[in-house]
Nanobody, 127 residues
């Protein structure tokens, strides 16, 4: 079992920045794929960034490439999402999700199945 706790959400004007954090605890394993998702009111859930705890390989949704950066501090079991040049369309509840990857090789993908989820943190961007 893995527990995830997100923090760092808030309200910012367009063009502003926020940094989200996701702390994992419990049976965190030796290799994890961790992603940030978002869901805006009335819209489906979107995976925006993913990172591999082994090697740090990342991938991003086209909608956030060049603006968002996912990173990690494995010693603290923490994954970050730095969000810059925020737009009103970025307004959503952001969730951290992870799964344990037991096989060697391969990469973490945005369309992987993530079994552990946090409670989410709200991001609101005003025009």
């Amino acid at each position: 079992e893995v527990q995830l706790v997100e923090s760092g959400g808030g309200s910012v004007p367009a063009g502003g920045s926020l940094r989200l954090s996701c702390i994992a605890s419990g049976n965190t394993g030796t290799r994890r794929c961790t992603a940030w998702f978002r869901q805006a009111p009335g819209k489906g859930r979107e995976a925006v960034a993913v990172i591999d705890s082994s090697g740090g390989t990342t991938d991003y949704a086209d909608s956030v490439k060049g603006r968002f950066t996912i990173s990690q501090d494995n010693a603290k079991n923490t994954v970050f999402l730095q969000m810059n040049i925020l737009k009103p369309d970025d307004t959503a509840k952001f969730y951290c999700a992870t799964y344990l990857r037991f096989r060697s090789g391969g990469t973490c993908r945005l369309d992987d199945t993530f079994g552990y989820w946090g409670q989410g943190t709200q991001v609101t961007v005003s025009a």
